[in-house]
Protein backbone atom coordinates (compact mmCIF):
# COMPACT_ATOMS: atom_id res chain seq x y z
CA UNK A 1 0.00 0.00 0.00
CA UNK A 2 1.38 3.45 -1.20
CA UNK A 3 -0.36 5.55 0.94
CA UNK A 4 -3.02 5.19 3.53
CA UNK A 5 -4.95 6.32 6.25
CA UNK A 6 -4.64 9.97 8.15
CA UNK A 7 -1.36 10.53 10.56
CA UNK A 8 0.35 13.30 12.13
CA UNK A 9 -0.27 17.13 10.67
CA UNK A 10 3.35 17.70 9.41
CA UNK A 11 5.61 15.00 7.61
CA UNK A 12 8.27 12.96 9.13
CA UNK A 13 10.01 9.73 8.87
CA UNK A 14 12.06 7.76 6.65
CA UNK A 15 11.96 6.25 3.20
CA UNK A 16 14.11 4.38 0.46
CA UNK A 17 14.07 5.54 -2.90
CA UNK A 18 15.34 3.99 -6.38
CA UNK A 19 14.82 4.81 -9.98
CA UNK A 20 12.06 3.70 -11.16
CA UNK A 21 12.63 0.16 -13.60
CA UNK A 22 14.79 0.78 -16.40
CA UNK A 23 15.50 4.07 -15.18
CA UNK A 24 19.21 5.80 -13.64
CA UNK A 25 21.20 8.99 -14.59
CA UNK A 26 23.44 10.78 -16.38
CA UNK A 27 26.17 12.95 -14.58
CA UNK A 28 28.28 15.52 -16.97
CA UNK A 29 30.44 17.85 -16.25
CA UNK A 30 27.11 20.24 -15.80
CA UNK A 31 24.43 18.12 -15.02
CA UNK A 32 22.53 15.75 -13.48
CA UNK A 33 19.55 14.24 -15.62
CA UNK A 34 17.51 11.35 -14.48
CA UNK A 35 15.59 8.65 -16.38
CA UNK A 36 13.27 6.99 -16.14
CA UNK A 37 11.12 10.37 -17.65
CA UNK A 38 9.07 11.73 -14.80
CA UNK A 39 5.78 13.40 -15.43
CA UNK A 40 6.55 16.47 -14.98
CA UNK A 41 9.48 18.62 -17.61
CA UNK A 42 12.99 18.27 -16.75
CA UNK A 43 12.41 15.37 -13.95
CA UNK A 44 12.98 11.48 -13.30
CA UNK A 45 11.25 9.02 -11.83
CA UNK A 46 11.67 7.06 -8.53
CA UNK A 47 9.63 4.51 -6.18
CA UNK A 48 9.93 4.18 -2.47
CA UNK A 49 11.44 0.79 -1.02
CA UNK A 50 10.00 -1.38 1.48
CA UNK A 51 11.54 0.45 4.63
CA UNK A 52 9.57 4.02 3.71
CA UNK A 53 6.96 5.39 6.15
CA UNK A 54 6.60 8.77 5.64
CA UNK A 55 3.42 10.21 8.22
CA UNK A 56 1.80 13.35 7.22
CA UNK A 57 -1.51 15.12 7.32
CA UNK A 58 -2.61 13.43 4.57
CA UNK A 59 -1.98 10.19 5.54
CA UNK A 60 0.88 7.58 5.04
CA UNK A 61 3.68 6.87 3.01
CA UNK A 62 4.71 3.62 2.35
CA UNK A 63 7.03 0.92 -0.04
CA UNK A 64 5.19 1.41 -3.73
CA UNK A 65 4.27 5.27 -4.03
CA UNK A 66 6.20 7.10 -6.98
CA UNK A 67 7.36 10.52 -7.40
CA UNK A 68 9.37 12.86 -9.44
CA UNK A 69 13.26 13.72 -8.81
CA UNK A 70 14.25 17.12 -10.89
CA UNK A 71 17.61 17.06 -13.09
CA UNK A 72 20.08 19.71 -11.87
CA UNK A 73 22.55 22.33 -13.14
CA UNK A 74 24.79 24.21 -10.80
CA UNK A 75 23.20 27.11 -9.18
CA UNK A 76 20.85 27.72 -5.58
CA UNK A 77 18.33 25.94 -3.88
CA UNK A 78 15.90 23.80 -6.22
CA UNK A 79 11.77 23.42 -5.18
CA UNK A 80 10.40 20.43 -5.71
CA UNK A 81 13.65 19.19 -5.79
CA UNK A 82 11.98 15.65 -5.06
CA UNK A 83 7.88 15.14 -5.28
CA UNK A 84 5.87 12.36 -4.12
CA UNK A 85 3.05 12.08 -6.03
CA UNK A 86 -0.59 10.76 -5.45
CA UNK A 87 -0.27 12.12 -1.96
CA UNK A 88 -2.75 15.37 -0.83
CA UNK A 89 -0.69 17.77 -0.36
CA UNK A 90 1.82 17.53 -2.82
CA UNK A 91 5.01 16.48 -0.48
CA UNK A 92 7.24 19.05 -2.18
CA UNK A 93 11.30 17.96 -1.07
CA UNK A 94 12.82 21.72 -0.99
CA UNK A 95 16.72 21.30 -1.48
CA UNK A 96 18.39 23.92 0.20
CA UNK A 97 22.46 22.51 0.54
CA UNK A 98 24.75 19.89 0.22
CA UNK A 99 27.11 19.00 3.13
CA UNK A 100 30.72 19.10 2.80
CA UNK A 101 32.44 15.86 2.14
CA UNK A 102 35.07 14.38 4.29
CA UNK A 103 37.71 15.56 2.37
CA UNK A 104 38.94 18.02 -0.04
CA UNK A 105 41.89 16.63 -1.83
CA UNK A 106 41.64 16.41 -5.66
CA UNK A 107 44.93 13.78 -5.68
CA UNK A 108 42.58 10.71 -6.80
CA UNK A 109 44.70 7.56 -6.97
CA UNK A 110 43.75 4.00 -7.26
CA UNK A 111 44.54 2.96 -3.68
CA UNK A 112 42.10 1.39 -1.70
CA UNK A 113 40.69 3.18 0.68
CA UNK A 114 41.89 6.64 -0.20
CA UNK A 115 39.24 9.03 -0.94
CA UNK A 116 39.05 12.21 -2.98
CA UNK A 117 36.95 14.74 -4.55
CA UNK A 118 36.87 15.50 -8.62
CA UNK A 119 37.49 19.09 -8.51
CA UNK A 120 37.50 22.11 -6.18
CA UNK A 121 34.27 22.72 -4.68
CA UNK A 122 32.70 19.51 -5.25
CA UNK A 123 30.45 18.00 -2.76
CA UNK A 124 30.72 14.44 -4.21
CA UNK A 125 32.98 11.86 -1.88
CA UNK A 126 35.15 9.31 -4.02
CA UNK A 127 36.61 6.06 -1.92
CA UNK A 128 38.77 3.56 -3.48
CA UNK A 129 37.13 -0.15 -2.46
CA UNK A 130 37.78 -3.11 -2.58
CA UNK A 131 36.02 -3.99 -6.11
CA UNK A 132 35.78 -0.46 -6.98
CA UNK A 133 34.28 3.20 -6.06
CA UNK A 134 32.00 3.85 -3.58
CA UNK A 135 30.71 7.65 -4.14
CA UNK A 136 28.69 9.44 -1.74
CA UNK A 137 26.05 13.08 -1.62
CA UNK A 138 24.53 14.18 1.59
CA UNK A 139 21.97 16.95 0.46
CA UNK A 140 19.49 18.41 3.09
CA UNK A 141 16.89 20.60 2.61
CA UNK A 142 13.02 21.12 3.97
CA UNK A 143 9.71 20.40 3.76
CA UNK A 144 6.36 22.16 4.51
CA UNK A 145 3.32 20.06 5.29
CA UNK A 146 0.05 21.23 7.65
CA UNK A 147 1.88 24.61 8.13
CA UNK A 148 4.92 23.16 9.40
CA UNK A 149 8.08 22.95 8.00
CA UNK A 150 10.27 19.92 8.79
CA UNK A 151 14.61 19.47 8.03
CA UNK A 152 15.01 16.22 5.32
CA UNK A 153 18.47 15.19 4.64
CA UNK A 154 19.16 11.91 2.39
CA UNK A 155 22.21 9.93 2.02
CA UNK A 156 22.64 9.16 -2.22
CA UNK A 157 25.58 6.47 -2.62
CA UNK A 158 26.56 4.03 -5.73
CA UNK A 159 29.33 1.25 -5.41
CA UNK A 160 30.58 1.25 -8.88
CA UNK A 161 33.06 -1.97 -9.77
CA UNK A 162 35.62 -2.19 -11.96
CA UNK A 163 36.76 1.19 -11.73
CA UNK A 164 38.88 3.51 -9.64
CA UNK A 165 38.94 7.10 -8.08
CA UNK A 166 41.38 8.36 -10.79
CA UNK A 167 39.27 6.74 -13.88
CA UNK A 168 36.22 8.50 -12.36
CA UNK A 169 38.01 11.57 -12.31
CA UNK A 170 39.71 11.28 -15.40
CA UNK A 171 36.37 10.40 -17.30
CA UNK A 172 34.94 13.86 -15.45
CA UNK A 173 37.51 16.16 -15.77
CA UNK A 174 37.80 14.89 -19.88
CA UNK A 175 34.49 16.27 -21.09
CA UNK A 176 32.82 12.71 -20.51
CA UNK A 177 29.94 11.18 -18.78
CA UNK A 178 29.04 8.39 -15.99
CA UNK A 179 25.56 6.59 -16.11
CA UNK A 180 24.05 4.72 -13.72
CA UNK A 181 20.96 3.04 -11.39
CA UNK A 182 20.92 4.90 -8.22
CA UNK A 183 19.04 4.35 -5.05
CA UNK A 184 19.06 6.95 -1.43
CA UNK A 185 17.66 6.73 2.42
CA UNK A 186 16.20 9.79 3.19
CA UNK A 187 15.53 10.97 6.63
CA UNK A 188 12.56 13.73 7.99
CA UNK A 189 13.70 15.15 11.23
CA UNK A 190 10.83 17.41 13.21
CA UNK A 191 11.53 20.86 13.03
CA UNK A 192 12.74 20.58 17.02
CA UNK A 193 15.29 18.42 15.58
CA UNK A 194 19.27 19.74 14.85
CA UNK A 195 21.04 19.43 11.38
CA UNK A 196 24.49 19.21 10.33
CA UNK A 197 25.83 22.25 9.23
CA UNK A 198 25.15 22.24 5.52
CA UNK A 199 27.86 23.57 2.48
CA UNK A 200 26.67 26.09 0.28
CA UNK A 201 25.23 25.09 -2.95
CA UNK A 202 27.46 25.22 -5.10
CA UNK A 203 27.00 22.19 -6.96
CA UNK A 204 29.82 22.35 -9.29
CA UNK A 205 29.14 19.59 -11.55
CA UNK A 206 32.26 18.70 -12.49
CA UNK A 207 31.96 16.67 -9.65
CA UNK A 208 28.44 15.76 -10.00
CA UNK A 209 29.39 11.49 -10.60
CA UNK A 210 26.62 9.88 -7.94
CA UNK A 211 23.30 10.57 -7.61
CA UNK A 212 23.33 6.43 -7.95
CA UNK A 213 22.49 3.59 -6.31
CA UNK A 214 23.09 2.00 -2.80
CA UNK A 215 24.63 -1.86 -3.44
CA UNK A 216 26.68 -2.93 -6.64
CA UNK A 217 24.39 -1.38 -9.95
CA UNK A 218 25.33 -1.20 -13.45
CA UNK A 219 28.21 1.79 -14.36
CA UNK A 220 29.24 2.97 -17.99
CA UNK A 221 32.12 5.39 -18.41
CA UNK A 222 31.26 7.45 -21.38
CA UNK A 223 34.18 9.54 -22.52
Known amino acids: MAMSGIASADATGSASLANCGGGGDIISATTVNWLTVGTQPNTGCFNTGISTSISYSGGLVQAGAFGNIKDLTAGGSVDQFMTILGTLPLLDFVLTAILPPATVGTACDTV ?27 PVGTITDGGVTNPWSAIFTSQLSGTTDAAVQATINGGGSISSSYSAALTIRDSTTAVPEPNTLSLCLAGALALFGIGRRRVALNS
Open 112 to 138: VGDSCIVAPGSPFLLTNTATGVSIVLD
